[in-house]
């Protein structure tokens, strides 16, 4: 007979818990040899936004944010932002993430499970490999060629609607060779990002974004668990010392905007993201400017869902790799060519993959599709006379990179990276 034993946590949380501490822990005891843990989280009023996590005896074991109310965790499967493994005995705590909390407090219950069999949602068919689009040739430097990437996406691991190998399949519809997955709070997805990437040829790179209501920031490379919680400061250098890039993430974005102080720039900041609704508008080129243009700009589509309201590889993120690194085999191989690519800085930023593009090549940029264009930055505005132009900026800036490709009214196209 499976022996269960629950118990629960009752009570009201008010904005004075907030004001106190935005992430609440309950604890909870896991006796040796348990075979599951299973929590859910039930709350009394619609208004209240309750985001949902754990971590065990032993460290992090996953988030869901607001996705879900209810895990499971066992030693070989776990609900997606979870990891499975077996549940070591010791002292766990659910983490409550108190993102939105109404006037009048809202009442809550935490049910907590340990033993039995729960249930794990069962992983859907992997669709078939699809066919590739032509790949964009684009002059680049010797010994180096450009992949179209996009550097924001989420699967059902934190709030978004595929797998990871229904987004693979969707990233190569849509003509990429990378795509960083960046789930919110949790590296569950990292498990499978090898193995996808090398089955859809494509190159999956680990990220995580650390989401917090003062800014999010994506962490890539396969560097452990960042803990949110921390001071941002602390992101960037924890990071750093684990041999990833850290990016701040859409900083002029509503409610979700960067607001959190740093001594030290990340080396990256997601300066074009889907939420840049109109070309003309020039918040974000004022907050890359004043930010400093040294920073590598990438951009995300901040993928979630197949409602329209984002697609993925808009904008394109152009990424200068080394050459000789198999493009149709994806994988391991061409996701590390990629981050040595964003650790050089050797990026430029378009609408989309066949929108017009800035590429910093060598010690000059060339303009490719934006005959008419401007090019403007760093005391530059020089013209763009064909579609496929050569411009030397030597003499008139620090070289060639943290450019924009604009039009006579101000409209962006593009952005240049500028080489480290």
Request: aromatic fraction near 6%; hydrophobic fraction near 40%.
């Amino acid at each position: 007979m499976e022996i269960v034993h629950e118990s629960a946590f009752r009570g009201r949380f008010t904005r004075a818990d907030r004001a106190e501490g935005i992430w609440p822990r309950l604890p909870f005891e896991v006796p040796p040899g348990c075979p599951a843990v299973e929590v859910e989280l039930a709350a009394d009023d619609p208004d209240a936004v309750l985001d949902l996590g754990c971590e065990g005896a032993a460290g992090w074991r996953g988030w869901s944010g607001g996705a879900r109310r209810r895990f499971a965790i066992t030693p070989g499967a776990a609900t997606p932002g979870y990891l499975p493994g077996e549940p070591e005995p010791g002292c766990w705590h659910v983490v409550v993430g108190l993102h939105r909390v109404p006037e009048s407090g809202v009442d809550y219950t935490v049910t907590v499970r340990t033993g039995g069999s729960p249930r794990v949602e069962e992983g859907r068919a992997a669709p078939p490999v699809p066919d590739r689009p032509p790949r964009r040739e684009l002059p680049a430097a010797g010994g180096l060629r450009w992949v179209a990437a996009d550097f924001h996406a989420h699967t059902l691991h934190s709030d978004g609607e595929l797998t990871v190998p229904e987004l693979a399949a969707l990233a190569v519809r849509s003509g990429l060779d990378a795509l960083a997955v960046t789930d919110h709070n949790t590296v569950a997805h990292h498990a499978e990002l090898a193995e996808v990437g090398r089955r859809y040829g494509i190159a999956l790179v680990p990220g995580q974004e650390v989401t917090t209501e003062y800014g999010h920031a994506n962490a890539f490379g396969d560097i452990g668990w960042v803990d949110f919680r921390e001071p941002a400061a602390r992101w960037v250098s924890t990071v750093a010392e684990r041999g990833g890039l850290l990016s701040v993430n859409h900083p002029l974005s509503a409610d979700c905007a960067w607001r959190h102080p740093l001594p030290v720039r990340p080396p990256l900041a997601e300066v074009w993201h889907s939420s840049w609704l109109s070309p003309s508008w020039g918040g974000p080129v004022a907050w890359w400017q004043a930010w400093g243009t040294g920073t590598t700009p990438v951009g995300g589509s901040d993928w979630h869902r197949d409602d329209g309201s984002t697609r993925l590889g808009e904008p394109t993120t152009w990424v200068a790799v080394d050459s000789a690194v198999d493009l149709a085999a994806g994988g391991p191989d061409l996701a590390a060519a990629v981050l040595d690519g964003l650790r050089a800085g050797r990026t430029a930023v378009s609408a989309g993959r066949d929108a017009p593009v800035l590429l910093p090549v060598g010690g000059e940029l060339v303009a490719v599709g934006a005959a008419g264009a401007l090019v403007v930055g760093d005391g530059l505005r020089l013209p763009v006379h064909s579609d496929r132009d050569t411009i030397s900026v030597a003499g008139s800036g620090p070289g060639a990179g943290g450019q924009v490709l604009c039009a006579h009214d101000g409209r962006v196209f593009a952005l240049a990276g500028a080489s480290r």
